[in-house]
Each structure stands twice: as structure tokens, then as C-alpha cells.
């Protein structure tokens, strides 16, 4: 028994032994381990080389900044300009047509049937229809003037929604309202007003009346000048309601002007005649879409296309001043990277260092391009009285391009200097 104890005594049991042991390998394990840097250590790393040779990152940056700036004046101006050129071509009508009736049938003079209006209304891309109609009228300052002294004036009933759709402007007084063409007042186009007389309208002033046919109405507005509807210059505009009740007019419209989706405005045209007249499509003559419209979308091609292969060209010179930059960073380096490789940072380290650098390099370059590129274009833009149009597409793909510039950039000089041994890079520093 006390040969068992002592032999207890001279051999412990090993408790909690295997937990020890399992501590001192992971205690091994660690000091070998590399040091994970996290997303902030990384860039406060990436950023030493801009800090420390600060003339030359901003030399470099300065050629980004000019590409993307190049590539933001070059897509933005163009794109004002052609906003402002889209708003002169609009006027003159791209989005809008004409019918006419063309043709009489015996006796009866040309007209679309009294349910046309709302036919038209009824094509999908058509936006707005508005409806004159001959009332084959005379109009007279007064009644001791002779009928041969206003000739080339045409009385026209005229839908209250007529201005919207023909782009045109008071110049005095009002339009027709639902109320007001229910009455007997009118309004005078450019050319008819000074015809007649009629000077511009004040307010509180009497109306100026004219004689139509053998019935007095009173003048309550005067239009400007119509680009798309010249004809209208030289007419007096009578109530939809009140040319029927005083002058006998028909309802049935003899002329129509609509608004409807640009990009379709080809198969309106098409569909136009026989849904204003089904019975007689011949007899109504629609005017093409302009010229303009051919222009205008030439223009937009045109523009794509040269906005593509200038930003290309902008990208490309930018990153190879970022890649030469970074080439000549981790040669004047060689003497940091071998001290960080023997002090234990793996070439994985070192590859993010100076790609975090390359990159951080041309987001900073990327950014200021933008915001000189943007001043640019607003100052141009405003100093030609364009509308300042500012594309989107074109600042997001200048800071993403920038980035994905850095990263093609940096990728060869990050693993040529992940690949200095720490021996061979203090040797030859």
C-alpha cells in the first residue's frame, strides 16, 4: 500500500493536460498566423503613397480629371444643346398633324362627319384633338364698311382646347372658355385683328364688336402669331356652341389638328383618314410629319455615338497615366515593401496596399473630374441661354469608370510588388 501510494505520488494524473496542449497549439498557430487588416486599415495604408508624394498623385489624378471632365462637357453641352433644339423643333410641330378636308361632294362644301372629333380621340398614342370648322361667314368692322374691305378674313368655330394643341398665345384678353363660346364674342387671330382695327384689349375698357354676318359679336381676345397654323392668323375664332346657335353652323368640323405620341406619330398618319372618315378616306388629306422630326432623330444618333468614342478615349488616357504612376510608386518603393514583407505582411497584403493606392487614386481623380466637368457644362450652357442638362448616365459611368480604370491600372504594379522578396527588396533600394 504505501508502494502504490508513493507510485500515485511520482505519477499524477494528467488532468486537463489535453486542454493545455490544445491552448499551446493554437498559441503556436497565431504567431504564425498573418494579421488580417480591416477595410479602414487598408485604405489609411492605400493612401500613405498620395500622401507622401503628393505633387506627383495630383499630376495623375489631373489626367483623370481631364478625361472624365472631357467626357462630362462633351456629353452635357451637346445634350443641352440639344434640349434647346428639341424645344424649337416641338414648336414647329414634330409631335402633331393636320387633316383637311379636300374634296366637296356636288354643291356641299368639304367637311368631316359631326362624330370625327370623337373618333380620333379614341387612337391610342393621339394625346389631344381640337376641331375648326368654316362657317363660311362674313365679318365686317361695322355696317357701313363693304364686304369686299375684309376680304381674306375667315370666320372659324373654334373648340375651346384649340390654343393647347396649336401651341398658341393670347395677346391680349382671353380665349374662348366653355362658358364664354357659348355667347356671342370671338377672338381675333394676328393678321384678322389688324385687319379690322381691333387693338390690343385693356382691362376695363368696352370690348370692340364685329359684325358677322348680320349679328354683332364682341371681341374679348387677340392671338399672337401661329407658327404651326397660319391660317388661324387670319381668322376670327367663333364659339364651338355659339356659331351654331347664331350662325347655323353644322357641327361638321372641316378641319383638325392633333397631338399625340412622338415616337408613333407615323402609324397615327397612317390610321388617320379612315378614322376620320371611313366611308370616304380619300377625301381627307393629313399632313406628313416634318422634316424636322428626320433631323431631330439624326441628331440624337449622331450624338450617341460620338459621346461613346469620346469617352472611351478619355478612360484609356487616363488609365495609363494612372498605371505609369503606379509602376514608378513600387519602384521607388522597394526599400517599404521589403521592410513590411519581413516584418511579417504576406504578398496578399501587399497586393491590396497599392491596389487600395491605384484605386484611391482614380476615385479621387474621378471625382473632381466630375465636378469640373459639371461647372463646365453649367457655365457654357447658361452663357448660351441653353437649358443646363446635366446626364446622369454620364456622371455615374465617369466615377465608375474612374474605379474600374484604377483597378486595371493597379493590377500589374500590386503583383509586381507582391513579388519582391523581403532580401531582394532592401538589397536594391
Known sequence: MKWLSLRRFAHPRPTGSRRHRSRRRDAARSLHRPVRLSPVDLLRLGLVGIRTRRMRAALSALGISIGIATMIVVTGIPASSQKALNAELTALGTDRLQAVADRTRGDEPASFPPESVTMVE?????????????????????????????????????????????????????????????????????????????????????????????????????????????????????????????????????????????????????????????????????????????????????????????????????????????????????????????????????????LTESIALSGLGGFTGVVLGVLGTVGYAVAKGWPPVIPLPAVTSGLCGAVLVGVVAGVYPAVRASRLSPTAALASA
Open 122 to 354: 379614341r387612337i391610342g398614342p393621339v394625346k389631344a384633338v381640337a376641331a375648326v370648322a368654316n362657317t363660311h361667314a362674313e365679318v365686317r368692322r361695322s355696317d357701313r364698311q363693304g364686304r369686299l374691305e375684309t376680304a381674306g378674313i375667315t370666320v372659324l368655330a373654334a373648340q375651346s382646347n384649340l390654343l393647347e394643341v396649336i401651341n398658341a398665345e393670347i395677346r391680349s384678353g382671353s380665349y374662348l372658355s366653355t362658358a364664354t363660346g357659348r355667347f356671342p364674342t370671338v377672338v381675333l387671330g394676328s393678321v384678322a385683328a389688324a385687319r379690322l382695327g381691333s387693338p390690343d384689349l385693356r382691362p376695363g375698357d368696352p370690348p370692340p364688336l364685329v359684325l358677322i354676318n348680320d349679328r354683332w359679336f364682341g371681341v374679348i381676345g387677340i392671338l399672337r402669331s401661329v407658327p404651326l397654323a397660319p391660317e388661324i392668323d387670319r381668322s376670327v375664332l367663333v364659339g364651338w356652341e355659339a356659331a351654331h346657335d347664331q350662325l347655323g353652323f353644322d357641327l361638321r368640323p372641316t378641319q383638325m389638328f392633333l397631338r399625340a405620341d412622338e415616337a408613333a406619330i407615323e402609324d397615327v398618319h397612317a390610321v388617320l383618314p379612315a378614322t376620320i372618315s371611313p366611308q370616304s378616306p380619300s377625301e381627307v388629306q393629313v399632313t406628313r410629319p416634318s422634316d424636322a422630326l428626320a433631323a431631330k432623330r439624326s441628331t440624337e444618333a449622331t450624338f450617341s455615338g460620338l459621346f461613346l468614342g469620346l469617352a472611351g478615349v478619355a478612360l484609356l488616357v487616363g488609365g495609363i497615366g494612372v498605371a505609369n504612376t503606379m509602376v514608378i510608386s513600387v519602384l521607388e518603393r522597394r526599400r517599404e515593401i521589403g521592410l513590411r514583407r519581413a516584418l511579417g505582411a504576406n504578398r496578399r497584403q501587399i497586393r491590396g496596399q497599392f
